[in-house]
């Protein structure tokens, strides 16, 4: 029984905590229409700044602050903003498919970095040990892990109130503007880049405590964890659950993250050991052919994207708010210039 | 510093025939088609099943050419290859990309593009296995022309030079001499006004995927004749492909050739000044560069 609730509590943990990367990418493609490919560089800047600035000291390296958590917290996520930024400045002003191209290199860097920049981030080994919040206020492992999942929680109800108000609001508005029809936005005078820039930044940020939770928990980061295929999970989390619909980044979040440690342990369990080595490529292709299968025959998820007038408080004659007549079935439909 | 020169234009010339059909494909369809790099190493993959075939049928055919590592039946495999992942380019665009584009935006369409590479790449790992793997025992020690330590060549590799530069004039002479590749032109260069011309736009579709899956084989040859086969080459290619392609400007032939070039010599330059372990990163610097600089390339439109 102990056993069980324990491996839950850890399921859940980590599953909340991917799912509030969800709810950052949300922001990012399902209400802005902004294309992420380097997912695992925002949550990986929000880790690694978190162990740098909150970690012990290192005689090897720079780093090891020792700084309280909230700040440390903090800090990854500004880390994390920072990059956003640097990206964003040269991509968000041009065409959408740049910002897939750039975001996705910076996965790539981010990745030399950490595996080479030792001094900085401990090389190949990581960043390991540090005292995680309110660990001495409680003894035991469980308990620990328990009250981890409720800080965790905690956290992820901040994100989503934050998000839930901040899409029905007049902002929110306006980044569905500029995702539906770029042009009408600017006609209104409205600055497309610097809305697509504030909410890419947002969502990165949102990233980055989602990757310093991850590695409070684990009190351990690495190279290992950055790894390409975090990306493609957490958008195949949003396209099952359904882009634009915060619920459903929770509820894809919960689906397809079941699936992945289920298929692993179901493939684990009845594969042959001279084929476990390729347990990892068939879930891989599972998450492959999730991403394609679902884009083509439910291409909005569990849970779609509402648009209607019920959800905003100004009535339908405002002038941004186009949709309330054009909810067809292209919630993405970019315009082709 | 030699060196670096040398390895900059082989890796730059494989790369400028992965760039190309990039540029083609991305600039036609207008989405960033990141499974491009998969097709390299299909092409690679596919010629190393063929190979083995054909050195099987028959033993003339495992004859190698003089002085290279490269066996006829090498050779044949490769061309039997192109022309299957040609096909397959154009089929994977049958089932996914054309109903996405009919009901989607071009986001979902390099969303199901990164799925689609997961797929392939782990296909190929659960096939072929996840180590890598040369054509044949003898490419690792290929023919030394040059044993001076400032400068080493491999007849392979003068062979990898010849077969680029040998495609790169036949399709410089199907783009400029035909009428199909007058057509090409000019869906790539302005899709809207060219079907107003009378020009099938889905036929030109198909045939820039074809044409861009059939350089992509022949990069991936090229690439394991230079390197090695594995899974992940496709992978480890697709960010200096998609360097290449923004350097030259989307949807310039000549300029995804060009900028193919310019990415291999400065990846390989930039070894100079920063540790190995960083090189990953250099085509990323490169795209930022470029985003920053000259948003369009160098023979871009505006956009």
Sequence with gaps: ?337 | MLQSLFDGILVGSILSLGAIGLTLVMHILRFANFSHAELISMGAYFTLTLDSVFNALSNSLSSKLPMLSVSVSLIIAMLCALLITGVIAAIIDRLVFKRLREQAGPLTMVFASFGISLIIRNAIGLVYGLKSTHYNGDIAFAMMLSSDPLLLVKADQLFILALTLLVMVSLHLFISRTSVGFALTAISENPVLAQVNGINLAAMVRLAWMLGGALAAIAGVCYALNNQLSPVMGRDLVLSLFAAAIVGGIGSIYGAALGGLIVGLASSMALLIIPTGYKPAVPFLIILLVLYLRPNGLFGEER
């Design chain 1, 1 to 337: 029984m102990i056993g069980i609730i324990s491996y839950l509590a850890f399921f859940l943990t980590i599953a909340l905590i991917l799912a509030i990367t969800v709810l950052g990418l949300n922001l990012q493609w399902g209400f802005t229409g902004l294309f992420n490919g380097g997912i695992v560089a925002f949550f990986g800047a929000g880790a690694y700044g978190m162990m740098l600035l909150g970690g012990p000291e290192r005689i090897d390296g720079l780093g090891g602050f020792g700084l309280p958590y909230p700040v440390a917290l903090s800090g990854g996520i500004a880390l994390s903003g920072i990059l956003a930024v640097l990206v964003g400045l040269a991509t968000t002003r041009l065409r959408h498919d740049y910002l897939a191209i750039a975001t996705f290199g910076v996965a790539i860097a981010m990745e030399s970095v950490v595996r080479n920049a030792s001094y900085l981030t401990g090389g190949a080994t990581g960043l390991r040990g540090f005292e995680r919040p309110f660990e001495s206020l409680v003894d035991g492992a469980l308990q620990y892990n328990l009250l981890f999942l409720a800080f965790v929680v905690i956290c992820l109800i901040i994100v989503y109130v934050f998000l839930e108000t901040l899409v029905r609001s007049p902002f929110g508005r306006l980044l569905r503007a500029v995702r539906e029809n770029e042009r009408a936005a600017r006609s209104l005078g409205k600055s497309p880049p610097v809305i697509r820039l504030t909410a890419f930044v947002i969502g990165s940020m949102i990233m980055g405590l989602s990757g310093a939770l991850y590695a409070t928990f684990y009190a351990f980061i690495s190279p290992q964890d950055l790894a390409p295929i975090l990306t493609f999970q957490i958008w195949a989390m949003l396209i099952v659950g359904g882009s634009g619909n915060n619920r459903g980044a929770l509820l894809g979040t919960l689906v397809v993250w079941g699936g992945w440690v289920g298929s692993g342990w179901l493939l684990t369990a009845v594969a042959p050991t001279h084929l476990q080595l390729y347990t990892g490529s068939i879930q891989y292709i599972l998450i492959g052919s999730i991403i394609v299968l679902t884009l083509l025959w439910r291409p909005r998820g569990l849970l779609p994207e509402k648009l209607g007038t019920r959800h905003y408080s100004k009535p339908a004659t405002d002038p941004v708010d186009w949709h309330s007549n054009e909810d067809s079935g292209k919630p993405h439909a970019q315009e082709a210039k």
